[in-house]
């Protein structure tokens, strides 16, 4: 058993740790986004899904043909290490990141990966043949299993990312994958020398689910697999799209499994359920808001947490015996596909908004385990008085919420919050409550139906962008996530409609330290910025900063950004300020085609709070400074609620041997005539004398690189760190 365990155990964690390795491997191609995750994932599922069907066909054969088969596929899966981006695809075409993010890793990942998949289902069927006490119920594996993904996980952010280079990581994984054929054949001579076992095709036949639990197996591996994708999603826009991040809920659905697939009670039901959907509310009603980071993971990752433990446990109820084995699990990964392509795929191209999150919510709380039991007296009885509770906790609590200064959508939503979780306490129809509570969901979600502010919703590849009119009339506000990324004032404070030349606004204004930056340079370099790129369009305020006969370039990764900028009943500053060329694509592969001699590079490219880390690398730094001329700057923004910067990017351009400044502007007039909101910059330059008047100015102030600090490159970044400086003072 040994020899069995630790094969499982390190395949396991093989397959978990190439997911973020080879995510961060491609993450700059496609400019950060927060979706390279989720469409990573969702190919994981697939290939999980193709292993576990290889596995299932395997294992009906007799033992001494599918070792040698199996071998013989690792072995063909070796000869394609070490993993590299395959040659030719550098960039993703505009509009098919998709499509074209899934091929790169099928052609780059996909015969290991898909290897290493089957060898879960496939090991524990071939230790079920080798006579051993506990060969007949090896389901005990499968915790293995999941703690060996579990460690994975746990190890790569916090242990492999921060202290070893990509190209180490990649042959360390190569190495480990070697190893693993060698125990691979060790399990296989075991099982072929075990005792004689009925053959597999009638074994299963004895065992063999009907329809209706395949689907139970199926949905209920589908919906946990489904919000692990919308919640990864969702904390990383807010965050940054990194390893950390992603593999913190992925490692909470592992040890979900191995807390489920184990005999004995675990948690009271009751209990559970109570504590779900009092979770569920307070899920529900924090979408959208901005919440401290704390506060947000323990909320999202609280309530992920005990919904994918509530259906992995009904799912060890439902399990069965060891002939069915390799069938229970094909069924569980073709859910898990479902789930993940539901979220990763479909809803993007289905729903403009986030929709599919609170519909997951609150399809969760169907899972469970009472649907065909008639409830007892007290059952009843706790369910009815829930029920009561929420309905009027829920009106004093949305007839308190404005006094209490909360957002104005979220008092609105607590009655059809309040009613969707009746519904699914109450309703003994399953087919009823499902109904009931995805359309009271979807009500309780859409601010335009419930009183909220109405606005517009455009979904691409890099995120949600929502635009939005201020209760007051006064604004024109675009969001990604829950960050601001640009408002042009409508009327003025008199209510009357603004015309002319729009003014920057936000972190934009002309007196915030974005616009004396530009100011600096500008009189710095004689009173005439030359030529100019600007990284990130947003609403395309920064034009307004351009003078006559500056030849100022905009370069931005999401097309539908440059939609909404370009369209002047959206956004005006483009049209007014007058157009610039507008380059599509990622920054890293576009600036680097840029003529060179330029007096200023200025990054503005975070989506919602999240940082493209590739951005600001040391090789990132060099790449804009082969664009400046000898007295250019750079300036970066690096606004964010959850991450400080500062040290790291000063630390960065030490490298080059530049000076850096950290500007810092505390203004936070929200209601204020042009809407001004902190801001903090970077601006590096060759010379002192090269920054010009902010050298002296009060908000900016020089900041010395730590020794010993490690500078971030294409190789190396730990944003744990930034994490950790973010609550230095």
Not at 1 to 30: H, R
Not at 277 to 300: K, R, Y
Not at 458 to 478: A, K, M, P, Q, W
Not at 649 to 668: I, S
């Amino acid at each position: 058993m040994p020899v069995f365990v630790a094969t499982i155990g390190l395949s396991a964690f093989l397959l978990f740790a190439v997911q973020p390795l080879f995510a961060k491997l491609v993450l700059p191609i496609l400019g950060g986004s927060p979706s390279v995750w989720s469409v990573a994932t969702v190919v994981f599922q697939c290939l999980l899904l193709a292993g576990y069907a290889y596995a299932h066909g395997l294992g009906a054969m007799p033992i001494r043909r599918a070792v040698p088969i199996h071998l013989a596929l690792t072995g063909a899966a070796s000869l394609t290490l070490p993993i590299a981006l395959s040659p030719g695809w550098t960039s993703a075409p505009a509009g098919y990141e998709i499509p074209w993010l899934a091929g790169l890793m099928l052609v780059s990942l996909g015969l290991p990966f898909f290897a290493l998949a089957a060898n879960g289902p496939l090991l524990q069927s071939w230790f079920s043949r080798t006579g051993h006490a506990q060969a007949g119920d090896p389901y005990f594996l499968y915790a293995a299993s999941n703690i060996g993904s579990f460690a994975a996980l746990a190890s790569y952010p916090l242990l492999i990312e921060p202290t070893l280079r990509l190209r180490d990581q990649l042959q360390g994984w190569s190495a480990g994958f070697v190893l693993l054929i060698g125990l691979i054949a060790a399990c296989g001579f075991l099982a072929m020398r075990g005792p004689a076992a009925a053959p597999r095709l009638e074994e299963e036949a004895r065992h063999r689910a009907g329809l209706g639990r395949w689907l139970a197996w199926i949905g209920l591996a589908a919906i946990p697999s489904g919000l692990l994708v919308a919640v990864t999603a969702h904390i990383s826009t807010d965050i940054a799209p990194m390893p950390l991040l992603w593999t913190l809920p992925l490692g909470l659905y592992l040890l979900s499994f191995v807390v489920a697939f184990r005999p004995g009670q675990i948690l009271d039901h009751d209990r559970l359920t109570l504590i779900r959907i009092g979770l569920a509310t307070l899920t529900l009603l924090a979408l959208g808001q901005p919440t401290s980071l704390g506060v947000g993971l323990a909320l999202h990752l609280g309530f992920f947490t005990l919904t994918a433990l509530a259906c992995h446990r009904l799912l060890y109820r439902l399990r069965p015996p060891a002939g069915g084995l390799t069938g229970f699990y094909l069924a569980l990964s073709v859910g898990g596909a479902i789930g993940g392509l539901f979220c990763g795929m479909l809803a993007p191209l289905v729903f403009d908004t986030l929709a599919e999150y609170p519909l997951l919510v609150v399809a969760s709380l169907l899972c469970r385990s009472d649907w065909r039991d008639q409830a007892p007296p007290r059952k009843a009885l706790v369910q009815g008085a829930a029920a009561l509770a929420l309905c009027l906790g829920a009106i004093a609590a949305s007839l308190l919420a404005p006094k209490l200064g909360a957002p104005a959508g979220a008092s609105s939503k607590l009655p059809f919050l309040a009613a969707a979780i009746v519904a699914i306490l109450w309703w003994r129809s399953v087919a009823a409550s499902v109904v009931a509570a995805a359309t009271i969901a979807l009500l309780a979600t859409h601010p335009g139906l419930i009183g909220g502010t109405p606005g517009e919703s455009i979904r691409s590849f890099f995120g949600i962008h929502r635009i939005e009119t201020t209760t007051d009339g006064r604004f024109r506000v675009l969001s990604h996530g829950t960050t601001i990324h640009g408002a042009i004032q409508l009327r003025g404070e008199d209510g009357s409609e603004t015309v002319g030349r729009p003014e920057p606004t936000t972190y934009y204004t002309f007196e915030g330290v974005i616009g004396r930056a530009i100011a600096s340079v500008r009189t710095a370099r004689g009173g005439r910025i030359g030529s100019a790129s600007l990284v990130g369009l947003g609403t395309g305020s920064l034009a307004c900063h351009r003078r006559e006969g500056e030849a100022w370039t905009f370069y931005e990764i999401d097309r539908s950004v440059i939609d909404i900028a370009r369209d002047p009943a959206r956004f005006r500053f483009l049209r007014d300020c007058g157009e610039m060329p507008i380059v599509l694509g990622d920054a890293r592969l576009t600036l680097a085609s840029a003529p060179a001699g330029q007096d200023l590079v200025l990054l503005d490219a975070f989506s919602s709070d999240s940082i493209p880390v590739h951005l600001l690398t040391r090789e990132a730094i060099g790449l804009y400074l082969s664009r400046l001329g000898p007295h250019g700057v750079i300036v970066l923004h690096i606004s964010n609620r959850h991450l400080d910067l500062r040290r790291i990017l000063v630390r960065t351009a030490a490298e080059h041997g530049l000076v850096a400044l950290v500007g810092t502007d505390e203004t936070d007039e929200p209601a204020a005539r042009r809407m001004r909101s902190r801001a903090r910059i970077v601006v590096l330059a060759r010379t002192l004398s090269d920054l010009g008047p902010i050298a002296t100015d009060p908000l900016f102030t020089p900041l010395a690189p730590e020794p010993g600090r490690r500078p971030w490159t294409d190789d190396f970044s730990n944003v744990v760190e930034a994490l950790l400086d973010a609550r230095k003072p």
